[in-house]
């Protein structure tokens, strides 16, 4: 099995490629924000209670992000691997996550990384604020604080991956969606 990480900021096109990946590669692409909204909407307990720590402005607990996606791990079959997309987002939670896959006798496959600067981070979430609907992203604090919270959780996991040889990393900032696809998509045949 193969378990590749989609990495890079809030608005880098994680989410706009992860669908032509894992297409082309045969893999599950696991959103953890999809995985919460679908036990939210099927109003599981887990459900429930994510959905109480989210209206009262908390995170959800690692421990219940992490027992999701292991979850998916054990049930969906008929794939070659799996695409993780938000998670991890911190350090601990790629220690976590490396522990999950050790007791599969797996490991992660590669990070594959999306960077755009921090002005486009800003234009882009704007514009999907237009285009969705979404007030939470158009307010500019929000957007800031984003960025301050990526930065400061979620960029250390670069040297992280790094460090054990597993960080690809491609241009996002510049060209088209097309243009971007095509960068992402070349990246990971170059590592499969």
């Given at each position: 099995?193969?378990?590749?990480i989609?990495?890079?900021?809030?608005?880098?096109?994680?989410?706009?490629?992860?669908?032509?990946?894992?297409?082309?590669?045969?893999?599950?692409?696991?959103?953890?924000?999809?995985?919460?909204?679908?036990?939210?909407?099927?109003?599981?307990?887990?459900?429930?209670?994510?959905?109480?720590?989210?209206?009262?402005?908390?995170?959800?607990?690692?421990?219940?992000?992490?027992?999701?996606?292991e979850?998916?791990?054990?049930?969906?079959?008929?794939?070659?691997?799996?695409?993780?997309?938000?998670?991890?987002?911190?350090?601990?939670?790629?220690?976590?996550?490396?522990?999950?896959?050790?007791?599969?006798?797996?490991?992660?496959?590669?990070?594959?990384?999306?960077?755009?600067?921090?002005?486009?981070i800003?234009?882009?979430?704007?514009?999907?604020?237009?285009?969705?609907?979404?007030?939470?992203?158009?307010?500019?604090?929000?957007?800031?604080?984003?960025?301050?919270?990526?930065?400061?959780?979620?960029?250390?996991?670069?040297?992280?991956y790094?460090?054990a040889?597993?960080?690809?990393?491609?241009?996002?900032?510049?060209?088209?969606?097309?243009?971007?696809?095509?960068?992402?998509?070349?990246?990971?045949?170059?590592?499969?």
């Open positions: 099995m193969k378990y590749y989609l990495f890079g900021p809030p608005g880098a096109g994680k989410g706009t490629h992860a669908g032509a990946i894992a297409q082309k590669y045969n893999l599950k692409h696991i959103s953890t924000g999809e995985l919460l909204r679908a036990e939210i909407a099927a109003g599981t307990e887990l459900g429930r209670q994510a959905k109480s720590l989210i209206d009262a402005g908390m995170l959800v607990p690692d421990a219940v992000v992490e027992g999701m996606i979850s998916a791990f054990d049930t969906i079959k008929g794939v070659d691997g799996f695409l993780l997309d938000g998670f991890p987002r911190n350090l601990a939670q790629a220690a976590d996550l490396d522990k999950i896959l050790e007791k599969r006798g797996e490991e992660v496959t590669a990070v594959v990384a999306l960077m755009i600067s921090d002005e486009t800003r234009k882009r979430i704007k514009g999907r604020a237009l285009i969705e609907g979404r007030a939470d992203d158009a307010n500019d604090e929000t957007i800031s604080n984003r960025i301050r919270t990526y930065h400061a959780q979620t960029e250390p996991l670069k040297a992280y790094q460090a040889g597993k960080y690809y990393e491609c241009d996002g900032d510049n060209g088209t969606i097309e243009d971007n696809r095509n960068r992402v998509l070349a990246l990971v045949e170059s590592i499969k």
